[in-house]
Protein backbone atom coordinates (compact mmCIF):
# COMPACT_ATOMS: atom_id res chain seq x y z
CA UNK A 1 0.00 0.00 0.00
CA UNK A 2 2.47 2.41 0.61
CA UNK A 3 4.83 1.11 -1.71
CA UNK A 4 2.30 2.11 -4.48
CA UNK A 5 1.32 5.44 -2.89
CA UNK A 6 4.95 5.83 -3.12
CA UNK A 7 5.40 5.25 -6.68
CA UNK A 8 2.19 7.27 -7.46
CA UNK A 9 3.98 9.83 -5.48
CA UNK A 10 7.45 9.40 -7.27
CA UNK A 11 5.62 9.76 -10.63
CA UNK A 12 3.55 12.92 -10.04
CA UNK A 13 7.04 14.31 -8.54
CA UNK A 14 8.71 12.98 -12.16
CA UNK A 15 10.98 10.76 -10.80
CA UNK A 16 11.34 8.02 -12.91
CA UNK A 17 11.31 4.13 -11.68
CA UNK A 18 12.62 3.14 -14.36
CA UNK A 19 16.19 4.82 -13.69
CA UNK A 20 16.57 2.95 -10.41
CA UNK A 21 19.68 0.00 -11.74
CA UNK A 22 21.09 -3.04 -10.25
CA UNK A 23 24.57 -3.73 -10.11
CA UNK A 24 26.84 -6.12 -9.19
CA UNK A 25 29.73 -4.60 -6.77
CA UNK A 26 33.52 -5.85 -6.06
CA UNK A 27 32.81 -8.28 -3.86
CA UNK A 28 29.59 -9.90 -5.96
CA UNK A 29 26.76 -8.40 -3.88
CA UNK A 30 24.08 -6.86 -5.79
CA UNK A 31 23.77 -3.24 -5.32
CA UNK A 32 20.66 -1.31 -6.29
CA UNK A 33 21.11 2.22 -7.00
CA UNK A 34 18.14 4.99 -7.04
CA UNK A 35 19.09 8.66 -7.45
CA UNK A 36 19.26 9.41 -3.80
CA UNK A 37 19.51 6.57 -1.41
CA UNK A 38 21.61 4.23 -2.25
CA UNK A 39 21.33 0.44 -1.11
CA UNK A 40 24.82 -2.03 -0.61
CA UNK A 41 24.03 -5.36 1.04
CA UNK A 42 27.23 -6.00 3.22
CA UNK A 43 29.29 -8.37 4.26
CA UNK A 44 27.29 -9.06 7.50
CA UNK A 45 25.08 -11.40 6.08
CA UNK A 46 21.15 -10.92 6.21
CA UNK A 47 22.35 -6.52 6.77
CA UNK A 48 22.27 -3.88 3.76
CA UNK A 49 23.66 -0.67 4.15
CA UNK A 50 21.56 2.47 3.15
CA UNK A 51 23.33 5.57 2.65
CA UNK A 52 21.56 8.83 1.82
CA UNK A 53 22.95 10.62 -1.27
CA UNK A 54 21.00 13.71 -1.87
CA UNK A 55 23.70 16.34 -2.31
CA UNK A 56 24.80 19.17 -0.75
CA UNK A 57 23.45 18.20 2.68
CA UNK A 58 20.65 15.18 2.05
CA UNK A 59 17.80 17.55 2.93
CA UNK A 60 14.63 15.30 3.13
CA UNK A 61 13.03 16.07 -0.38
CA UNK A 62 9.68 14.61 -1.71
CA UNK A 63 11.69 12.62 -3.81
CA UNK A 64 14.36 11.63 -0.91
CA UNK A 65 11.35 10.78 1.08
CA UNK A 66 9.78 8.55 -1.17
CA UNK A 67 12.91 6.89 -2.14
CA UNK A 68 13.99 5.80 1.08
CA UNK A 69 10.35 4.70 1.98
CA UNK A 70 10.40 2.17 -1.64
CA UNK A 71 13.95 1.59 -0.09
CA UNK A 72 12.93 0.55 2.76
CA UNK A 73 10.12 -1.53 2.06
CA UNK A 74 12.01 -3.62 -0.42
CA UNK A 75 14.15 -4.57 2.09
CA UNK A 76 11.35 -5.68 4.50
CA UNK A 77 9.26 -7.54 2.13
CA UNK A 78 13.14 -9.44 1.06
CA UNK A 79 13.62 -12.04 3.61
CA UNK A 80 17.20 -12.05 3.13
CA UNK A 81 17.51 -8.81 5.12
CA UNK A 82 17.35 -8.12 9.04
CA UNK A 83 18.88 -5.25 9.66
CA UNK A 84 19.89 -2.45 7.85
CA UNK A 85 22.74 0.41 8.70
CA UNK A 86 21.47 3.84 8.03
CA UNK A 87 24.51 6.43 6.75
CA UNK A 88 25.42 9.25 4.51
CA UNK A 89 27.50 9.75 1.62
CA UNK A 90 27.30 13.20 1.93
CA UNK A 91 30.71 13.79 3.72
CA UNK A 92 29.93 15.56 7.33
CA UNK A 93 26.48 15.63 7.20
CA UNK A 94 24.27 12.84 7.60
CA UNK A 95 20.86 15.18 6.65
CA UNK A 96 20.29 18.52 7.37
CA UNK A 97 16.57 17.37 8.01
CA UNK A 98 13.35 18.67 6.14
CA UNK A 99 13.69 20.12 2.70
CA UNK A 100 13.28 23.97 3.39
CA UNK A 101 12.38 25.02 0.15
CA UNK A 102 9.87 21.87 0.28
CA UNK A 103 7.79 24.49 2.98
CA UNK A 104 8.44 27.92 1.33
CA UNK A 105 6.38 29.47 -1.02
CA UNK A 106 4.41 26.73 -2.14
CA UNK A 107 0.69 25.61 -2.05
CA UNK A 108 -1.51 23.61 0.49
CA UNK A 109 -1.60 20.92 -1.90
CA UNK A 110 2.25 20.63 -1.69
CA UNK A 111 2.46 21.04 2.02
CA UNK A 112 -0.25 18.22 2.07
CA UNK A 113 1.53 16.25 0.11
CA UNK A 114 4.95 16.76 1.54
CA UNK A 115 3.84 16.47 5.27
CA UNK A 116 2.22 13.44 4.29
CA UNK A 117 5.53 12.32 2.96
CA UNK A 118 7.10 13.23 6.17
CA UNK A 119 5.10 11.12 8.18
CA UNK A 120 4.77 8.22 6.03
CA UNK A 121 8.57 8.35 6.45
CA UNK A 122 8.78 8.42 9.78
CA UNK A 123 5.68 5.85 10.85
CA UNK A 124 8.05 3.22 8.06
CA UNK A 125 11.29 4.09 9.92
CA UNK A 126 9.97 4.41 13.63
CA UNK A 127 7.77 0.91 13.19
CA UNK A 128 10.35 -0.92 11.58
CA UNK A 129 10.26 -4.83 11.46
CA UNK A 130 14.10 -4.91 10.58
CA UNK A 131 17.12 -3.54 12.85
CA UNK A 132 17.88 0.07 12.13
CA UNK A 133 20.71 0.98 13.07
CA UNK A 134 22.18 4.90 12.61
CA UNK A 135 25.65 5.46 12.30
CA UNK A 136 25.84 9.00 11.83
CA UNK A 137 28.68 10.36 10.22
CA UNK A 138 27.80 13.79 10.16
CA UNK A 139 25.34 16.84 11.50
CA UNK A 140 22.03 15.95 11.95
CA UNK A 141 19.70 18.99 12.58
CA UNK A 142 15.67 18.37 13.13
CA UNK A 143 14.72 15.33 10.69
CA UNK A 144 17.84 14.42 10.38
CA UNK A 145 18.13 14.22 14.09
CA UNK A 146 14.33 12.42 14.24
CA UNK A 147 15.66 9.52 12.01
CA UNK A 148 18.64 8.47 13.80
CA UNK A 149 16.58 9.00 17.27
CA UNK A 150 13.90 6.25 15.09
CA UNK A 151 16.15 3.83 14.66
CA UNK A 152 16.96 1.32 17.45
CA UNK A 153 20.76 1.89 17.84
CA UNK A 154 22.92 5.02 17.14
CA UNK A 155 26.55 5.49 16.41
CA UNK A 156 27.79 9.10 16.19
CA UNK A 157 30.83 10.12 14.73
CA UNK A 158 33.24 11.59 17.23
CA UNK A 159 33.80 15.11 15.43
CA UNK A 160 33.27 18.06 17.42
CA UNK A 161 32.13 19.80 14.43
CA UNK A 162 29.32 17.54 14.43
CA UNK A 163 26.05 18.65 15.42
CA UNK A 164 22.96 16.78 16.63
CA UNK A 165 19.25 18.10 17.51
CA UNK A 166 15.87 19.72 17.13
CA UNK A 167 16.09 22.55 16.43
CA UNK A 168 12.74 23.65 15.18
CA UNK A 169 12.58 26.79 17.16
CA UNK A 170 15.80 28.70 15.77
CA UNK A 171 13.64 28.67 12.93
CA UNK A 172 10.75 29.99 14.76
CA UNK A 173 9.07 26.67 14.03
CA UNK A 174 6.72 24.42 16.62
CA UNK A 175 8.28 20.79 17.03
CA UNK A 176 5.86 18.53 15.89
CA UNK A 177 4.03 16.26 18.61
CA UNK A 178 5.49 12.98 17.00
CA UNK A 179 9.44 14.70 16.88
CA UNK A 180 8.80 15.81 20.83
CA UNK A 181 7.46 12.48 21.13
CA UNK A 182 10.28 10.42 19.68
CA UNK A 183 12.59 12.80 21.56
CA UNK A 184 11.01 11.88 25.04
CA UNK A 185 11.10 8.40 24.45
CA UNK A 186 14.73 8.58 23.80
CA UNK A 187 16.35 11.16 26.49
CA UNK A 188 13.23 11.53 28.72
CA UNK A 189 10.98 14.41 29.83
CA UNK A 190 12.98 17.03 31.49
CA UNK A 191 16.09 16.87 28.97
CA UNK A 192 13.49 17.42 26.14
CA UNK A 193 11.59 20.25 27.68
CA UNK A 194 15.61 22.12 27.73
CA UNK A 195 16.30 20.90 24.06
CA UNK A 196 13.22 22.06 22.08
CA UNK A 197 12.68 24.80 23.80
CA UNK A 198 15.92 26.44 23.43
CA UNK A 199 16.55 24.13 19.81
CA UNK A 200 19.41 22.88 21.26
CA UNK A 201 22.08 21.23 18.89
CA UNK A 202 24.29 18.52 20.82
CA UNK A 203 28.25 18.12 20.11
CA UNK A 204 29.23 14.17 20.61
CA UNK A 205 30.21 14.49 24.02
CA UNK A 206 27.21 15.99 25.06
CA UNK A 207 24.21 13.67 22.63
CA UNK A 208 26.29 10.72 24.80
CA UNK A 209 25.98 11.82 27.73
CA UNK A 210 21.96 12.49 26.93
CA UNK A 211 21.57 9.41 25.83
CA UNK A 212 20.86 11.04 22.78
CA UNK A 213 23.28 8.34 20.86
CA UNK A 214 24.59 4.67 22.26
CA UNK A 215 28.21 5.18 20.89
CA UNK A 216 30.41 7.97 20.00
CA UNK A 217 33.49 6.14 18.10
CA UNK A 218 36.19 8.06 15.65
CA UNK A 219 34.53 8.87 12.66
CA UNK A 220 36.45 6.03 10.87
CA UNK A 221 34.67 3.68 12.53
CA UNK A 222 31.27 4.60 12.29
CA UNK A 223 30.12 1.97 10.11
CA UNK A 224 31.90 -0.95 11.20
CA UNK A 225 30.68 -0.19 14.94
CA UNK A 226 26.99 -0.18 13.76
CA UNK A 227 27.78 -3.49 12.02
CA UNK A 228 29.24 -4.98 14.73
CA UNK A 229 26.42 -3.74 16.61
CA UNK A 230 23.92 -5.21 14.29
CA UNK A 231 25.56 -8.60 14.79
CA UNK A 232 24.37 -8.39 18.73
CA UNK A 233 20.89 -7.50 17.93
CA UNK A 234 20.92 -9.94 14.96
CA UNK A 235 21.40 -12.67 17.68
CA UNK A 236 17.71 -12.20 19.13
CA UNK A 237 15.14 -14.27 17.04
CA UNK A 238 13.30 -11.82 14.88
CA UNK A 239 9.53 -12.73 15.72
CA UNK A 240 10.57 -12.18 19.79
CA UNK A 241 12.23 -9.03 18.62
CA UNK A 242 10.27 -7.50 16.80
CA UNK A 243 7.13 -8.10 19.28
CA UNK A 244 9.02 -6.22 21.87
CA UNK A 245 10.13 -3.21 19.87
CA UNK A 246 6.21 -3.29 18.59
CA UNK A 247 4.88 -3.20 22.37
CA UNK A 248 7.16 -0.36 23.11
CA UNK A 249 6.99 2.19 20.11
CA UNK A 250 3.19 0.93 19.32
CA UNK A 251 1.68 3.69 21.28
CA UNK A 252 4.11 6.12 19.73
CA UNK A 253 2.81 5.58 16.47
CA UNK A 254 -0.66 5.15 17.14
CA UNK A 255 -0.89 8.61 18.47
CA UNK A 256 0.35 9.80 14.92
CA UNK A 257 -1.98 7.56 13.19
CA UNK A 258 -5.41 8.68 14.79
CA UNK A 259 -4.31 12.39 14.12
CA UNK A 260 -2.45 12.00 10.88
CA UNK A 261 -4.91 14.13 8.68
CA UNK A 262 -5.62 16.69 11.58
CA UNK A 263 -1.65 16.54 11.78
CA UNK A 264 -1.46 17.41 7.71
CA UNK A 265 -4.15 20.40 8.12
CA UNK A 266 -2.37 21.73 11.23
CA UNK A 267 1.17 21.95 9.50
CA UNK A 268 -1.01 23.44 6.30
CA UNK A 269 -2.40 26.22 8.72
CA UNK A 270 0.93 26.81 10.12
CA UNK A 271 3.45 26.85 7.45
CA UNK A 272 1.08 29.02 5.35
CA UNK A 273 1.43 31.71 7.96
CA UNK A 274 2.98 34.89 6.27
CA UNK A 275 5.43 34.99 9.55
CA UNK A 276 6.21 31.54 9.02
CA UNK A 277 7.21 31.61 5.34
CA UNK A 278 8.81 34.76 6.09
CA UNK A 279 11.07 33.32 9.12
CA UNK A 280 11.72 30.09 6.82
CA UNK A 281 12.90 32.72 4.17
CA UNK A 282 15.40 34.70 6.15
CA UNK A 283 16.86 31.27 7.65
CA UNK A 284 17.40 30.46 4.01
CA UNK A 285 18.71 33.60 3.26
CA UNK A 286 21.35 33.52 6.29
CA UNK A 287 22.65 29.83 5.13
CA UNK A 288 23.30 31.28 2.06
CA UNK A 289 24.69 34.74 3.46
CA UNK A 290 27.42 32.77 5.98
CA UNK A 291 29.15 31.35 2.76
CA UNK A 292 30.28 34.75 1.93
C1 LIG B 1 1.20 23.92 15.35
C2 LIG B 1 2.24 23.00 14.84
C3 LIG B 1 1.74 22.13 13.79
C4 LIG B 1 2.52 21.41 12.99
C5 LIG B 1 4.01 21.47 12.97
C6 LIG B 1 4.42 22.64 12.21
C7 LIG B 1 5.60 22.87 11.75
C8 LIG B 1 6.77 22.02 11.89
C9 LIG B 1 7.47 22.15 10.64
C10 LIG B 1 8.61 21.72 10.29
C11 LIG B 1 9.57 20.93 10.99
C12 LIG B 1 10.78 20.93 10.44
C13 LIG B 1 11.89 20.11 10.88
C14 LIG B 1 13.12 20.34 10.03
O1 LIG B 1 13.80 19.40 9.71
S1 LIG B 1 13.48 21.92 9.51
C15 LIG B 1 15.11 21.84 8.83
C16 LIG B 1 16.13 22.10 9.88
N1 LIG B 1 17.45 22.06 9.32
C17 LIG B 1 18.39 22.95 9.58
O2 LIG B 1 18.21 23.86 10.36
C18 LIG B 1 19.70 22.78 8.87
C19 LIG B 1 20.01 23.97 8.02
N2 LIG B 1 21.30 23.80 7.35
C20 LIG B 1 22.47 23.97 7.98
O3 LIG B 1 22.58 24.29 9.13
C21 LIG B 1 23.70 23.77 7.15
O4 LIG B 1 23.32 23.82 5.79
C22 LIG B 1 24.42 22.43 7.41
C23 LIG B 1 25.10 22.48 8.79
C24 LIG B 1 23.47 21.24 7.33
C25 LIG B 1 25.52 22.24 6.32
O5 LIG B 1 26.35 23.39 6.30
P1 LIG B 1 27.32 23.60 5.05
O6 LIG B 1 28.12 24.84 5.35
O7 LIG B 1 28.07 22.37 4.75
O8 LIG B 1 26.36 23.83 3.80
P2 LIG B 1 25.50 25.12 3.47
O9 LIG B 1 26.31 26.02 2.61
O10 LIG B 1 24.91 25.71 4.68
O11 LIG B 1 24.31 24.49 2.61
C26 LIG B 1 24.52 24.02 1.27
C27 LIG B 1 23.23 24.27 0.51
O12 LIG B 1 22.19 23.49 1.09
C28 LIG B 1 21.09 24.33 1.44
N3 LIG B 1 20.43 23.76 2.62
C29 LIG B 1 20.96 23.53 3.82
N4 LIG B 1 20.06 22.98 4.63
C30 LIG B 1 18.92 22.88 3.93
C31 LIG B 1 17.62 22.40 4.22
N5 LIG B 1 17.28 21.87 5.41
N6 LIG B 1 16.69 22.45 3.27
C32 LIG B 1 16.97 22.96 2.05
N7 LIG B 1 18.20 23.43 1.70
C33 LIG B 1 19.15 23.39 2.64
C34 LIG B 1 21.74 25.67 1.71
O13 LIG B 1 20.79 26.69 1.63
C35 LIG B 1 22.76 25.72 0.62
O14 LIG B 1 22.09 26.06 -0.58
P3 LIG B 1 22.76 27.00 -1.69
O15 LIG B 1 24.02 26.29 -2.11
O16 LIG B 1 23.05 28.30 -1.01
O17 LIG B 1 21.75 27.12 -2.76
Not at 64 to 92: A, H, M, Q, Y
Not at 102 to 109: D, Q, T, Y
Not at 209 to 235: H, K, R
Amino acid sequence: MALAAGRAMLMRSGVRLGTQAAARGGNGARRFMNHRVVVEPNTVPGVAVIKFKNPPVNSLTLEFLTEFVICLEKLENDKTFRGVVLTSDCPGIFSAGLDLREMCGKNPAHYAEYWRAVQEMWLKVYLSNLVLVAAINGTSPAGGCLIALSCDYRVLADNPRYRMGLNETLLGLVVPFWFKDTLVNTIGHRASERALQLGLLFPPAEALQLGMVDQVVPEDQVQSTALSVMTQWLAIPDHVRQLTKNMIRKATADHLIKHQEADIQNFINFISRDSIQKSLQVYLENLKQKKH
